[in-house]
Nanobody, 121 residues
Framework: QVQLVESGGGSVQVGGSLKLSCIAS????????VGWYRQVPGSDRELISS???????YYDESVKGRFVVSLDNSENTAYLEMNDLKAEDTAVYYC???????????????WGQGTQVTVSS
């Protein structure tokens, strides 16, 4: 069973930085990578960044140039570095990864519990 545990959320002032961590057990991110989502109350969960097993990166326009996704050397831990935070970045942030077989990475199916990020003036 794949389990993802997130940490690093908290409260920060506008313009500040936070770094979120996502630790995987029973899995690593070499094959299918990691996705980062965020969700505010009453809204759909949105994909904001991803890093696949081949090193391809995606950033939503709302975070491009400010957020950085990466993996550690063991590739069982993923990070989301958030810089120049804005009030609209306030949300619950989730890491996710894909179910895989020998040849295919399927869509995001395994999820962390979420961590709250609050950005205020």
């Amino acid at each position: 069973q794949v389990q993802l545990v997130e940490s690093g959320g908290g409260s920060v002032q506008v313009g500040g930085s936070l770094k979120l961590s996502c630790i995987a057990s029973g899995y690593d991110f070499r094959g299918c990578g990691v996705g980062w989502y965020r969700q505010v109350p009453g809204s759909d969960r949105e994909l904001i960044s991803s890093y696949n097993g081949g090193g391809k990166l995606y950033y939503d326009e709302s975070v491009k140039g400010r957020f950085v996704v990466s993996l550690d050397n063991s590739e069982n831990t993923a990070y989301l570095e958030m810089n120049d935070l804005k009030a609209e970045d306030t949300a619950v942030y989730y890491c996710a990864t894909k179910r895989e077989d020998a040849t295919t990475c399927y869509w995001y199916e395994y999820w962390g519990q979420g961590t709250q990020v609050t950005v205020s003036s």
